[in-house]
């Protein structure tokens, strides 16, 4: 795999797992800010509240997996594997790489990936 290219995914990756992490300290500051308003608020407010703090949860939960895919993304991209198959082990496309940057199958294993657990 063209070292360019690694450096330039390593640098959208970090950038991506920046963005991630900011976003889940915003969603822990508004939850801080929920909980304020649940021990103040009359029973609209805090039915209202249980219903934003529901999609905070999964929103972190989604956000959570992400993360966990750019690091193992990293990792690879630091032990000179990444942009290969998990599976084939082949060359990952640049053209998904550059789609999804953590990808860690071709198109086939995702494919395959995908039937098998349904």
């Known amino acids: ?3 360019k290219f690694v450096a330039e995914m390593k640098n959208v990756l970090i ?46 939960a989604q956000d959570s997996e992400r993360l966990q895919m750019i690091n193992q993304s990293l990792d690879r991209i630091s032990r000179g594997t990444y942009g290969h198959c998990l599976m084939c082990h082949k ?19 995702q494919t395959k990936s995908e039937l098998q657990n349904r």
Do not use: W
């Open 91 to 109: 060359e990952i496309p640049e053209q998904r790489l550059r789609a999804l940057p953590s990808a860690c199958f071709c198109i086939d294993c």
């Open 1 to 3: 795999m063209n070292e």
């Open 15 to 60: 950038a991506q797992r920046n963005k991630i992490l900011d976003a889940l300290a915003e969603k822990d500051n508004d939850f801080e800010k929920l909980l304020t308003t649940v021990e103040s608020g009359d029973v609209v407010d805090i039915a209202s509240d249980v219903v934003d703090r529901t999609l905070l949860d999964s929103l972190s």
